[in-house]
């Protein structure tokens, strides 16, 4: 259970060349930062699925479908890129 409390909120900041990024550059940048907390927290984290949209400005969402320690958890994604950084929030969805 402690594992899993590092994704009740997880709030990380990555450093990027530039945030005027695709979809799927957005995505891929933050499956990234995901798998770098899982890392640290000792989680074994695999994702099925992750799609990101873009809101406005530097706004992205996001649906994430993974397996954390080989159970199934759905997670809800806020990102926000300002050309510099990529901060991503993800909270499990119930």
């Given at each position: 259970m402690k594992k899993m409390?590092?994704?009740l909120l997880g709030l990380t900041v990555l450093?990027?060349?530039s945030c005027g990024m695709s979809?799927?550059?957005v995505?891929?940048?933050t499956k990234e930062l995901m798998m770098q907390e899982a890392k640290k927290g000792g989680v074994n984290l695999k994702f099925q699925d992750l799609n990101v949209v873009h809101e406005s400005g530097n706004k992205?969402?996001?649906i994430a479908e993974c397996t954390v320690d080989g159970e199934p958890v759905k997670y809800s994604l806020d990102i926000v890129c300002d050309g510099e950084n990529i901060?991503?929030?993800w909270i499990p969805i119930e």
């Open positions: 409390s590092l994704f450093t990027l060349v979809n799927d550059d995505a891929r940048e992205y969402s996001g901060q991503a929030q």
